[in-house]
Nanobody, 125 residues
Framework: QVQLEESGGGWVQTGGSLRLSCSSSGRAFGSDSMGWFRQAPGKEREFVAAISAGGGRTYYQDSVKGRFTISRDNAKNTVTLQMNSLKPENTAVYYC??????????????????WGQGTQVTVSS
């Protein structure tokens, strides 16, 4: 069993930055790929970014490339999403997810085994 807890969401103006963190407990964090997804009101949950178990490979949705950065600290069992140059369309609940014993992280919600409760990000224009 894996427990994931997100933090760092909040309200920011267009162009601002937020840093989301996710702490993991319950299993060997360094064996799992990690991802961030988001869900806006009335929309399906969508992939934002992912990072391989060792941290050497990262993947991003095209719309966030160059603005968002995913990273992880396997010693602290945390994964972070740094979000810069935020836009109103980035407003959503952001979820951390774990893909157990994966070599390469997936980009579909179906690939992930555990989810956090989510943290709200609101970007005002």
């Amino acid at each position: 069993q894996v427990q994931l807890e997100e933090s760092g969401g909040g309200w920011v103006q267009t162009g601002g930055s937020l840093r989301l963190s996710c702490s993991s407990s319950g299993r060997a964090f360094g064996s799992d790929s990690m991802g961030w997804f988001r869900q806006a009101p009335g929309k399906e949950r969508e992939f934002v970014a992912a990072i391989s178990a060792g941290g050497g490979r990262t993947y991003y949705q095209d719309s966030v490339k160059g603005r968002f950065t995913i990273s992880r600290d396997n010693a602290k069992n945390t994964v972070t999403l740094q979000m810069n140059s935020l836009k109103p369309e980035n407003t959503a609940v952001y979820y951390c997810a774990a893909e157990v014993l994966s070599v390469e992280p997936g980009t579909s919600t179906w690939d992930y085994d555990y989810w956090g409760q989510g943290t709200q990000v609101t970007v005002s224009s």
